[in-house]
Nanobody
Framework: EVQLVASGGGLVQPGGSLRLSCAAS????????MYWVRQAPGKGLEWVSR????????LYAESVKGRFTISRDNVKNTLYLQMNSLKSEDTAVYYC????????RGQGTQVTVSS
């Protein structure tokens, strides 16, 4: 059974930064594209970013482009999301997933951007 556990969330002021991690296990992590998705309070899942198998190709939602950076370490089986210049609208539970829709998402981490 695939396991994905996100961590690194917390409370941060607008303009601040956070780095999320997602520990992957029980599947061959290095062979899969990986995704970050998020769910803001009262809203549906939103795709944030994706990365290909070796990290050479990345893509971002317009809402986070230029502020977030996705990366991965295939030795450590870990996915990352560096989030800079955070805004209140980035407040959400963040999940890593094996698909863009978030159907295969794992345990999320709460990010709250507030002064």
């Amino acid at each position: 059974e695939v396991q994905l556990v996100a961590s690194g969330g917390g409370l941060v002021q607008p303009g601040g930064s956070l780095r999320l991690s997602c520990a992957a296990s029980k599947f061959d992590f290095s062979r899969y594209w990986m995704y970050w998705v998020r769910q803001a309070p009262g809203k549906g899942l939103e795709w944030v970013s994706r990365i290909d198998e070796d990290g050479s190709d990345t893509l971002y939602a317009e809402s986070v482009k230029g502020r977030f950076t996705i990366s991965r370490d295939n030795v450590k089986n870990t996915l990352y999301l560096q989030m800079n210049s955070l805004k209140s609208e980035d407040t959400a539970v963040y999940y890593c997933s094996l698909d863009m829709s978030g159907t295969s998402r794992g345990q999320g981490t709460q990010v709250t951007v507030s002064s």
